[in-house]
């Protein structure tokens, strides 16, 4: 067996540097989570226990925990759900040119560029204006709209960029109406890309701040009630929030993998099915 080069261990070191400087903070949070009652917010650590989890779970004296925890649920799912049917739509829309489509294009991805907080004040000035009321779930949900279209859209343009027309074109031969052929063919096939567009619009809403922070009304979504416990909460709940709803996001990650992988899984076992058949 050769001798690894220098320049590996060299890159090894600075890939394990990176690693520690991604997730070093997280980690940080979720070992302070486990201190002791009498434990504070730095090291060293006062004891090890799950106290302040179980504090997590009773009144507090300041905030709306699990309020804003169902608040940024509900409009994750919103988003999501617009998220994915809109890009859809869009990249079938796009697969033909028309009038105005380079611009249109190009406006879409410009909402990515822009700062997030100039988005959101602009959100809740047109609100405003408009005499409509700055609201989690209407302001809100169509500021961060701006956030995860754009990424939802670019996924599906890819996507049906390299999409085969030959099964359509199949489908139709068979006297399947348009519909029919987006409904049986099109989408079974995209069925992973569909899960990873969700997941974005998913995980971009449910920890998005800046974009929330001036459209969210008087109920602070998950993201603004943490940052305004910063202010307020002294002690490990906090961090024992921090770390709960880390793995809840781990948790969905995990999901949607699972159901893409499952949908992987059940395009190759069509492909064969379909090869058997032909033979």
């Known amino acids: 067996m050769e001798p690894r080069p220098k320049s590996f261990y060299f890159l090894s070191i600075l890939f394990a540097m990176f690693l520690l400087f991604l997730y070093g903070p997280t980690l940080t949070i979720g070992i302070l989570s486990f201190q002791g009652p009498g434990g504070g917010l730095t ?9 302040w989890f179980r504090d997590l779970f009773e009144q507090q004296a300041v905030g709306d925990i699990w309020g804003s925890f169902a608040r940024s649920i509900t409009l994750g799912l919103m988003v999501m759900l617009t998220t994915v049917v809109i890009s859809v739509m869009g990249g079938l829309a796009f697969r033909r040119r028309f009038a105005g489509s380079s611009l249109l294009f190009y406006l879409i991805i410009t909402s990515l560029v822009i700062p997030s907080i100039l988005v959101s004040l602009g959100v809740g000035l047109i609100f405003n204006q408009a005499d409509l009321e700055v609201h989690w779930s209407t302001s809100g949900f169509g500021s961060q709209l701006t956030w995860t279209l754009p990424f939802g859209l670019l996924i599906m343009f890819a996507v049906f960029n390299r999409f085969d027309s030959s099964f359509e074109e199949a489908a139709r031969d068979q006297g399947a109406s348009p519909l029919q052929t987006i409904g049986y063919v099109v989408l079974p096939i995209i069925a992973p890309s569909l899960i990873g567009v969700a997941l974005f619009g998913f ?4 920890d998005e701040f800046a974009r929330t922070l001036l459209t969210s009304g008087s109920y ?3 993201p603004l009630e943490i940052y305004g416990m910063t202010t307020n909460v002294t002690t490990p709940v906090l961090y024992a929030l921090g770390t709960l709803t ?6 969905i990650i995990g999901i949607f993998l699972f159901l893409a992988a499952i949908s992987g899984r059940r395009r190759k076992a069509m492909g064969s099915d379909a090869g058997k058949g032909d033979v």
């Open 246 to 251: 880390t793995i809840f996001s781990l948790i």
């Open 43 to 51: 090291f060293p650590m006062r004891g090890t226990s799950l106290y």
């Open 220 to 222: 602070n979504t998950l």
């Open 203 to 206: 995980t971009l809403s449910y």
